[in-house]
């Protein structure tokens, strides 16, 4: 079983430049959950996928959007980057079943100059 | 008021102490309870989950108490390798399993 991956596991970026970061989930799983974590502080929620769909969405700008393919892949999509922008960004994998934890991929760690 | 908090630490301890973290909780209709790991620049790893009944893994205690909305994990023996990050972390199955992580707390064992 692969896991969770992640890609790329480094970039760095210009601010105002657009970026794709891309997640494959844990077999078995369907739910795919972005998160952006600046140093030294928890995972904040960007927004979760199921069935192709944006179904929940934390506190981020629409510069922030994604898609999930039917294989339950996804994309993490940020435009007109701010230096602000600059985090781990993971993606987590997690099931629809009751108290299924989320398993996450290594990490983008994103730097914008 | 965040969904979950946690001292930040650091805990800094010596090998074969025990040490203790509490994280507490906002939302009363939260359902699932993890502790996760993590090392410097890596990914969050699941430690363990958290029961009602409260669990045990190893040298890990895990406690949930309910009534006053908060989580608590207990490390025996503390071992050198047991330094990084520990992220509490709330799931809420009636908001399709949607996660609040704690800022996390940080573990120094030191020889």
């Known amino acids: 079983d692969a896991g969770v991956t992640q890609s790329p596991t480094h970039l760095i970026k210009t601010r105002g430049q657009q970026v794709t970061l891309r997640c494959s989930p844990k077999?078995?799983?369907?739910?795919v959950s972005w998160y952006q974590q600046a140093l030294g502080q928890g995972p904040q929620f960007i927004f979760q996928?199921?069935?192709?769909?944006?179904?929940q969405r934390g506190n981020f700008p629409d510069r922030f959007s994604g898609h999930q393919f039917p294989n339950y892949s996804s994309e993490l999509n940020v435009n007109a980057l701010l230096l602000g922008d600059s985090a781990l960004y993971l993606c987590?994998?997690?099931?629809?079943?009751?108290?299924?934890?989320?398993?996450f991929g290594q990490g983008t760690r994103l730097t914008v100059v | 008021r965040k969904e979950v908090e946690q001292d930040p630490g650091p805990f800094n301890v010596p090998e074969g102490a025990t040490v203790a973290f509490n994280c507490t909780y906002s939302?009363?209709?939260?359902?699932?309870f993890f502790w996760y790991r993590q090392d410097c620049r890596k990914e969050p790893k699941l430690l363990m989950s958290?029961?009602?009944s409260g669990n045990e893994d190893g040298r890990f205690t895990a406690q949930l108490n309910r009534a006053s909305q908060y989580i608590s994990l207990l490390i025996r023996d503390s071992k050198l390798s047991d330094s990084a990050t520990y992220l509490c972390?709330?799931?809420?199955?009636?908001?399709?399993?949607?996660?609040?992580f704690g800022s996390g707390t940080k573990l120094n064992v030191k020889p």
């Open positions: 987590a994998s997690s099931g629809t079943a009751l108290y299924l934890e989320a398993f």
């Open positions: 077999s078995g799983h369907d739910t």
């Open positions: 996928y199921y069935e192709e769909e944006e179904r």
């Open positions: 939302n009363s209709a939260s359902q699932s």
């Open positions: 958290v029961y009602s």
């Open positions: 972390v709330v799931g809420t199955t009636y908001n399709f399993n949607k996660f609040y």
